[in-house]
């Protein structure tokens, strides 16, 4: 029965709940060997950098789980000179990682548009248009995304968190800053400006289930997203629902193999119901096991985030607790990084964008309808 169901080409929300909930290691060996095979064969065995560039945590948002909350006084802020940061960008043009992320805490000022706008503007030049740019900077009006967009960014992340509204509610303060249809229509906007667009989740919230997660899958299927960037929930210390997490005895070696094993279940059956879309292993995987990044691979992610990161602030910022690579030097990541990708068989795509599948699949559909 188990084979039958890995192998179908339609998954019901009910498969997907029976995937997320396999616990016996032969099962889950066989939908993460299942998982690879399909990325294989829909996006190859090539795994594609993001060269992530964290370049200020100051943020307007107060995220009840994020480190770098607006509240979170125990951070020392910071913003990242401009030099500095095309020289981040030129590093890893040089090294040819193929793109950057540029993320930040959330601003919507003026002053903060602009200056990001002028920024891709600038990382296109240096790079002679060849570094793709993502950009992770939160909520914005469509009309800021197509600014951004104009001025040479393609691919935009924006994390749902979640696609359950009343769980959302419990991960925010509320005082109209935080809505979860807010953020969809970001999404949405996102979509009909041009760029790839990403979202995720988190893994293992508290009162978060396996519907909910089934949820998730069909969420991103719904919205057509092209990337995706999730990870298992990870506890910082100095944020209400982390203290909360390990008042309540939920934080122990236990409860975070279980998250672990959820978010590795969640890339695999992702994978499965989605073949031809980008999947992040994520840096919060590796904070919960030395080689959660190769086992994430494994379980058929094919994009990676090495941090270039100016050393100097990396730990500030910690958006969870045990964050890795916060004391490496970027040369030291590159190193790193593919000496993980090569020991799962797989190869760096240097010099490529690494560009989702999906979006070109989707849209010469589209062309073809039009036609």
């Not at 914005?140 to 959302?168: C, K, M, V």
């Amino acid at each position: 029965m188990l084979n039958t169901l890995l192998h179908q080409t339609h998954f019901t929300k009910e498969d997907i709940m029976t995937l997320l909930s396999l616990t016996k290691p032969e099962e889950l060996q066989a939908l993460y060997d299942t998982a690879y095979a399909v990325k294989a064969a829909n996006v190859g065995r090539v795994v594609y950098y993001r060269g992530l560039i964290e370049f200020s945590n100051r943020c307007i948002k107060d995220c009840l789980y994020f480190g770098i909350r607006r509240s979170n006084e125990e951070v020392e802020r910071f913003d990242t000179k401009r030099e500095d940061i095309l020289a981040m960008a030129q590093w890893s043009y040089d090294n040819r990682y193929g793109s950057l992320t540029l993320q930040s805490g959330e601003r919507q000022d003026e002053a903060f548009i602009s200056y990001i706008e002028g920024l891709v503007r600038d990382i296109k030049a240096l790079s002679h248009g060849e570094l793709g740019i993502t950009l992770c900077v939160g909520e914005q009006t469509e009309e800021t995304y197509r600014r951004w967009f104009d001025a040479g960014a393609h691919r935009y992340l924006l994390r749902i968190e979640t696609s359950n509204p009343n769980l959302y509610q419990t991960l925010h303060p509320q005082d109209g800053h935080h809505q979860w249809l807010v953020r969809k229509q970001c999404l949405e906007s996102l979509r009909r400006i041009g760029y790839q667009v990403g979202t995720g989740d988190m893994i293992g919230l508290p009162h978060q289930t396996i519907e909910d997660l089934a949820d998730d899958i069909l969420f991103y299927r719904d919205m057509d997203i092209d990337m995706i960037g999730m990870g298992p929930y990870v506890v910082h210390h100095h944020t209400p629902i982390g203290k909360a997490v390990v008042e309540n005895g939920l934080d122990s070696d236990e409860e975070k193999l279980r998250r672990l094993q959820l978010g590795l279940k969640m890339i695999a059956v992702t994978r499965l119901v989605l073949p031809d879309v980008n999947i992040a292993s994520t840096t919060a995987l590796q904070a919960l096991h030395p080689l959660g990044r190769e086992l994430g691979l494994k379980a058929g992610a094919n994009v990676l985030m090495p941090i270039v990161t100016l050393p100097k602030f990396r730990s500030q910022y910690l958006l969870y607790d045990n964050k890795p690579c916060v004391d490496e030097e970027p040369n030291q990541c590159k190193h790193c990084l593919s000496a993980r990708v090569a020991s799962v068989g797989d190869t760096v795509g240097l010099g490529k964008w690494g560009d989702s599948p999906h979006f070109y699949h989707k849209n010469k559909k589209s062309d073809l309808n039009v036609k």
